[in-house]
Protein backbone atom coordinates (compact mmCIF):
# COMPACT_ATOMS: atom_id res chain seq x y z
CA UNK A 1 0.00 0.00 0.00
CA UNK A 2 1.20 3.61 -0.90
CA UNK A 3 1.93 6.00 1.88
CA UNK A 4 -0.52 8.25 3.13
CA UNK A 5 -0.30 11.68 2.09
CA UNK A 6 -0.50 14.95 3.74
CA UNK A 7 -0.80 19.01 3.38
CA UNK A 8 -0.09 21.69 5.32
CA UNK A 9 -2.43 24.83 5.50
CA UNK A 10 -0.66 27.48 7.72
CA UNK A 11 -3.06 30.41 8.16
CA UNK A 12 -2.16 34.06 9.06
CA UNK A 13 -1.44 37.65 7.74
CA UNK A 14 1.69 37.60 9.73
CA UNK A 15 3.16 34.99 7.97
CA UNK A 16 2.47 36.86 4.57
CA UNK A 17 3.96 39.97 5.54
CA UNK A 18 6.79 39.14 6.28
CA UNK A 19 6.87 39.32 10.49
CA UNK A 20 6.60 36.27 11.42
CA UNK A 21 9.24 33.51 9.98
CA UNK A 22 7.02 29.90 9.76
CA UNK A 23 8.91 26.73 11.30
CA UNK A 24 6.16 24.40 11.78
CA UNK A 25 6.06 23.40 8.24
CA UNK A 26 9.44 22.18 8.52
CA UNK A 27 8.92 20.67 11.91
CA UNK A 28 5.85 18.63 10.39
CA UNK A 29 7.75 17.39 7.30
CA UNK A 30 10.23 16.00 9.43
CA UNK A 31 8.06 14.52 11.99
CA UNK A 32 5.60 13.23 9.22
CA UNK A 33 8.52 11.76 6.89
CA UNK A 34 9.58 9.53 10.09
CA UNK A 35 6.12 8.63 10.33
CA UNK A 36 5.85 7.34 7.04
CA UNK A 37 2.69 10.16 5.76
CA UNK A 38 4.27 11.98 2.56
CA UNK A 39 3.70 15.78 2.81
CA UNK A 40 2.31 16.63 -0.33
CA UNK A 41 2.00 20.55 -0.02
CA UNK A 42 1.91 23.37 2.11
CA UNK A 43 -0.16 26.63 1.41
CA UNK A 44 -0.44 30.05 3.30
CA UNK A 45 -3.31 31.98 3.43
CA UNK A 46 -4.43 35.10 4.81
CA UNK A 47 -6.73 35.52 7.61
CA UNK A 48 -9.20 35.89 5.40
CA UNK A 49 -12.55 33.04 6.11
CA UNK A 50 -13.07 32.68 2.23
CA UNK A 51 -9.45 31.89 1.82
CA UNK A 52 -9.49 29.40 4.65
CA UNK A 53 -12.71 27.74 3.68
CA UNK A 54 -11.38 27.34 -0.13
CA UNK A 55 -7.99 25.80 0.47
CA UNK A 56 -9.52 23.68 3.39
CA UNK A 57 -12.07 21.63 1.24
CA UNK A 58 -9.65 21.46 -1.45
CA UNK A 59 -6.71 20.14 0.64
CA UNK A 60 -9.17 17.25 2.54
CA UNK A 61 -10.81 16.54 -0.83
CA UNK A 62 -7.13 15.56 -2.21
CA UNK A 63 -5.08 14.11 0.42
CA UNK A 64 -5.55 11.76 3.61
CA UNK A 65 -4.34 14.20 5.76
CA UNK A 66 -4.35 17.96 6.44
CA UNK A 67 -2.91 20.23 9.16
CA UNK A 68 -3.61 23.78 9.70
CA UNK A 69 -1.32 25.78 11.68
CA UNK A 70 -2.60 29.27 13.06
CA UNK A 71 -5.67 31.17 14.01
CA UNK A 72 -6.67 29.50 17.24
CA UNK A 73 -6.61 32.13 19.39
CA UNK A 74 -8.74 34.77 21.31
CA UNK A 75 -8.83 37.62 19.43
CA UNK A 76 -11.17 38.57 17.06
CA UNK A 77 -8.58 37.68 13.70
CA UNK A 78 -8.52 34.17 14.90
CA UNK A 79 -10.93 33.06 12.75
CA UNK A 80 -9.92 29.13 12.00
CA UNK A 81 -12.35 27.42 14.21
CA UNK A 82 -14.96 29.02 11.97
CA UNK A 83 -13.63 28.25 8.96
CA UNK A 84 -13.30 24.85 9.64
CA UNK A 85 -16.76 24.80 10.30
CA UNK A 86 -18.07 26.14 7.76
CA UNK A 87 -15.69 24.34 5.60
CA UNK A 88 -17.84 21.32 6.44
CA UNK A 89 -21.08 22.86 7.01
CA UNK A 90 -21.23 21.92 10.57
CA UNK A 91 -22.42 24.34 13.60
CA UNK A 92 -19.70 25.61 16.16
CA UNK A 93 -20.47 26.33 19.60
CA UNK A 94 -18.73 26.72 22.92
CA UNK A 95 -17.57 23.03 23.95
CA UNK A 96 -18.40 22.32 27.12
CA UNK A 97 -15.18 20.05 27.77
CA UNK A 98 -13.07 22.57 26.40
CA UNK A 99 -14.26 25.58 28.41
CA UNK A 100 -13.78 23.23 31.58
CA UNK A 101 -10.29 22.72 30.47
CA UNK A 102 -9.88 26.80 30.36
CA UNK A 103 -12.14 27.38 33.40
CA UNK A 104 -10.01 25.52 35.55
CA UNK A 105 -6.37 26.54 33.55
CA UNK A 106 -7.56 30.38 34.08
CA UNK A 107 -8.42 29.67 37.80
CA UNK A 108 -5.78 28.46 38.43
CA UNK A 109 -3.59 30.92 37.11
CA UNK A 110 -5.77 33.32 38.93
CA UNK A 111 -7.43 35.21 35.56
CA UNK A 112 -10.75 35.73 34.74
CA UNK A 113 -11.84 33.19 31.94
CA UNK A 114 -13.41 36.44 30.05
CA UNK A 115 -15.25 36.13 26.98
CA UNK A 116 -12.03 36.60 24.81
CA UNK A 117 -10.75 33.74 26.07
CA UNK A 118 -13.73 31.50 25.76
CA UNK A 119 -13.36 32.21 22.12
CA UNK A 120 -11.13 29.26 22.56
CA UNK A 121 -13.54 27.12 23.44
CA UNK A 122 -15.71 27.27 20.45
CA UNK A 123 -15.28 23.73 18.80
CA UNK A 124 -16.78 23.05 15.53
CA UNK A 125 -19.87 19.88 15.87
CA UNK A 126 -18.06 16.24 15.97
CA UNK A 127 -14.92 17.15 16.38
CA UNK A 128 -12.05 15.61 18.56
CA UNK A 129 -9.81 17.86 20.63
CA UNK A 130 -6.28 17.99 20.57
CA UNK A 131 -4.55 18.38 23.50
CA UNK A 132 -2.60 20.76 24.35
CA UNK A 133 -0.08 20.48 27.46
CA UNK A 134 1.45 24.00 27.25
CA UNK A 135 -1.33 26.54 27.54
CA UNK A 136 -4.40 24.12 27.43
CA UNK A 137 -6.53 25.83 24.58
CA UNK A 138 -7.49 22.65 22.82
CA UNK A 139 -6.97 21.91 19.18
CA UNK A 140 -9.26 19.93 17.01
CA UNK A 141 -9.56 17.05 14.83
CA UNK A 142 -12.80 17.38 12.10
CA UNK A 143 -12.76 14.38 9.73
CA UNK A 144 -8.75 14.10 8.16
CA UNK A 145 -7.97 18.13 9.12
CA UNK A 146 -5.89 18.73 12.16
CA UNK A 147 -6.24 22.62 13.51
CA UNK A 148 -3.27 23.17 15.50
CA UNK A 149 -2.04 26.40 17.08
CA UNK A 150 0.61 28.71 15.22
CA UNK A 151 2.99 29.46 18.30
CA UNK A 152 5.93 26.92 17.47
CA UNK A 153 6.08 25.17 21.21
CA UNK A 154 2.37 24.45 21.03
CA UNK A 155 2.19 23.29 17.24
CA UNK A 156 5.02 21.03 18.06
CA UNK A 157 2.96 19.49 21.14
CA UNK A 158 -0.24 19.48 19.82
CA UNK A 159 1.69 17.16 17.25
CA UNK A 160 3.21 14.87 19.28
CA UNK A 161 -0.23 14.02 20.59
CA UNK A 162 -1.64 13.71 17.15
CA UNK A 163 0.52 11.79 15.08
CA UNK A 164 0.44 8.21 17.12
CA UNK A 165 -3.28 8.16 16.64
CA UNK A 166 -2.91 8.34 12.69
CA UNK A 167 -1.33 4.99 10.15
CA UNK A 168 1.28 5.91 9.05
CA UNK A 169 3.40 3.64 6.07
CA UNK A 170 6.94 2.62 5.63
CA UNK A 171 9.40 5.28 6.95
CA UNK A 172 10.82 7.75 4.26
CA UNK A 173 14.08 6.90 4.06
CA UNK A 174 17.19 9.30 2.45
CA UNK A 175 21.01 9.00 1.17
CA UNK A 176 22.41 11.92 -1.00
CA UNK A 177 25.67 11.73 -2.53
CA UNK A 178 27.92 15.17 -3.48
CA UNK A 179 29.60 16.13 -6.45
CA UNK A 180 31.37 18.87 -7.06
CA UNK A 181 29.93 19.22 -10.48
CA UNK A 182 27.03 21.27 -11.95
CA UNK A 183 23.77 20.22 -12.81
CA UNK A 184 23.73 20.89 -16.48
CA UNK A 185 26.69 18.33 -16.49
CA UNK A 186 25.12 15.40 -14.90
CA UNK A 187 21.99 15.40 -15.59
CA UNK A 188 21.32 13.40 -18.54
CA UNK A 189 22.83 10.36 -16.59
CA UNK A 190 20.99 11.30 -13.44
CA UNK A 191 17.56 10.94 -15.12
CA UNK A 192 18.42 7.90 -17.03
CA UNK A 193 19.40 6.32 -13.53
CA UNK A 194 15.69 8.07 -11.96
CA UNK A 195 14.19 5.92 -14.90
CA UNK A 196 15.76 2.71 -13.61
CA UNK A 197 14.27 3.19 -10.62
CA UNK A 198 10.59 4.32 -10.34
CA UNK A 199 9.93 3.36 -7.35
CA UNK A 200 12.10 5.90 -5.48
CA UNK A 201 12.31 9.70 -5.95
CA UNK A 202 15.68 11.32 -6.97
CA UNK A 203 16.28 15.33 -6.84
CA UNK A 204 19.52 17.14 -7.80
CA UNK A 205 20.10 20.25 -5.65
CA UNK A 206 22.94 22.62 -6.55
CA UNK A 207 25.23 24.67 -4.06
CA UNK A 208 28.09 27.23 -4.55
CA UNK A 209 29.98 27.30 -1.14
CA UNK A 210 32.82 29.24 -0.77
CA UNK A 211 33.59 29.70 -4.94
CA UNK A 212 32.95 25.88 -4.66
CA UNK A 213 30.18 25.06 -6.81
CA UNK A 214 28.66 21.32 -7.28
CA UNK A 215 25.41 19.28 -6.98
CA UNK A 216 23.70 17.64 -3.56
CA UNK A 217 21.70 13.92 -5.36
CA UNK A 218 19.17 12.87 -3.19
CA UNK A 219 17.52 9.38 -3.21
CA UNK A 220 14.36 8.70 -1.46
CA UNK A 221 12.17 5.78 -0.86
CA UNK A 222 11.01 3.27 1.84
CA UNK A 223 12.81 0.37 0.38
CA UNK A 224 16.24 0.49 1.79
CA UNK A 225 17.71 -2.31 -0.55
CA UNK A 226 16.48 -0.62 -3.24
CA UNK A 227 17.65 2.53 -2.64
CA UNK A 228 21.29 1.15 -1.49
CA UNK A 229 21.17 -0.34 -5.42
CA UNK A 230 20.53 3.17 -6.55
CA UNK A 231 23.10 4.22 -4.66
CA UNK A 232 25.55 2.09 -5.35
CA UNK A 233 25.13 2.79 -9.24
CA UNK A 234 24.85 6.82 -8.43
CA UNK A 235 28.34 6.34 -6.93
CA UNK A 236 29.73 4.56 -9.52
CA UNK A 237 28.08 7.29 -12.65
CA UNK A 238 29.53 10.39 -10.26
CA UNK A 239 32.56 9.08 -8.09
Same mark, same amino acid.
Given at each position: ???? =? ?7 ? $? ?21 ? /???? $?? @???? !? ?9 ? !?? @?????? &?? =???? /????? !? ?9 ? %?? #?? /? *? ?20 ? $???? @?????? !??? *? ?6 ? *???? %? ?9 ? &? ?25 ? @? ?5 ? $????? %? ?17 ? #??? &??? =??? &???? *????? /? ?12
Amino acid at each position: MPNP =TAAMLVIGD $EILSGRTRDSNMHHLAQRLTDHG /IRLM $EA @RVVA !DDHDAIVTAVN !DL @RARYDH &VF =TSGG /IGPTH !DDITAEAIAAA %FA #TP /I *THRADAMALLQAHYDRAGLPFN $EARQ @RMARIP !DGA *TLIDNPIS *TAPG %FTLGNVHVMAG &VPSIFEAMLAGVLPTLTGGAPLLSQSH @RVNRGEG $EIAAD %FAALAADFPDLTMGSYPFN #TNG &VYG =TNL &VIRG *TDPAR /IDAAMTRLCALFP
